[in-house]
């Protein structure tokens, strides 16, 4: 990279989705690949910053000379992270995390059949079964709330309409610094594609339009924003 504006800094980057256990052989996920968030980590690579990435399971081969811790569940995923956020200068939390797990998981595997009745069934005459979830704990939240002064936070809002409007309501509820809006309906945009669009809603009032690029791009465009934040006059 041509410019190395974030040498010296110390990034945590999170990536991918959360898989939360429903038996020992099932789990709820998500679609996320985890291309977005290893962008991001590639890119402040090489842009000089020195690169944690907490990452949820996926195929892709991790970016070099940065320093990957693998997790599974968002409970994993918030220890990591908080172990971490003493170390950095700034946050950028591109996971998809499961916003959902099972309130008891089961230790056995659940069977389709229940234990002594016959098995089969049609469509409409089939077992059910009823899975009591209960909401996680909001990882970026609990980040906003023990950051030091100076630390930049950025997060993502993946959404299915009305972007602006919501993701407007996560920069302010989740109290980051910086949130990109992304429509996860828009063809080429989102999860598992090589590209991604989105809007830039800073808590200082800006806003940054970035057309359909390359994930890499997009990386670029977040970082930007985060090396000029941390260029800039320490905050209280
Ligand atoms: O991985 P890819 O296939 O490349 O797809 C990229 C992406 C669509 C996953 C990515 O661009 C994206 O939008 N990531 C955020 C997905 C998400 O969980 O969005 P959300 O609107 O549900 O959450 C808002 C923010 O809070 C996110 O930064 C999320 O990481 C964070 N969060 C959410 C729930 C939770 N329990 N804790 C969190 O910290």
């Not at 008891?104 to 595997?109: C, H, I, Q």
């Not at 009745?117 to 990882?139: M, S």
Request: hydrophobic share 45%; proline share 6%; glycine share 10%.
């Amino acid at each position: 990279h041509p410019v190395k504006d974030l040498l010296g800094r110390r990034i945590l980057v999170t990536a991918g989705p959360t898989r939360e256990p429903l038996d020992p052989v099932r789990f709820l996920s998500n679609r996320s690949s985890g291309k977005m968030g290893y962008a991001v980590a590639r890119m402040a690579r090489y842009r000089g910053a020195s690169v944690v990435l907490v990452s949820g399971p996926t195929w892709l081969e991790p970016p070099a000379g940065v320093e990957v811790v693998r997790v599974e569940t968002a409970e994993q995923m918030q220890a990591a992270c908080h172990q971490w956020l003493p170390e950095v200068d700034a946050v950028v939390m591109a996971a998809a995390v499961a916003d959902f797990r099972a309130v008891s998981p089961s230790e056995a595997k659940i069977k389709r059949e229940a234990d002594g009745a016959p098995g089969g069934g049609d469509a409409a005459g089939g077992r059910r079964l009823l899975l009591e979830l209960v909401a996680v704990p909001d990882i970026l939240a609990s980040l906003a709330q023990r950051r030091r002064p100076g630390q930049v936070l950025v997060g993502f809002a993946a959404e299915t309409g009305r972007l602006e409007d919501l993701a407007r309501e996560k920069l302010r509820r989740k109290g980051v610094d910086l949130i990109v809006a992304n429509d996860v309906t828009r063809p080429g945009a989102g999860f598992e594609s090589e590209t991604n669009a989105a809007i830039l809603l800073g808590a200082d009032g800006t806003r940054t339009e970035v057309p359909l690029v390359a994930k890499e791009s997009l990386a670029d465009r977040i970082l930007d924003w985060v090396a000029a934040r941390l260029a800039g006059p320490a905050r209280d």
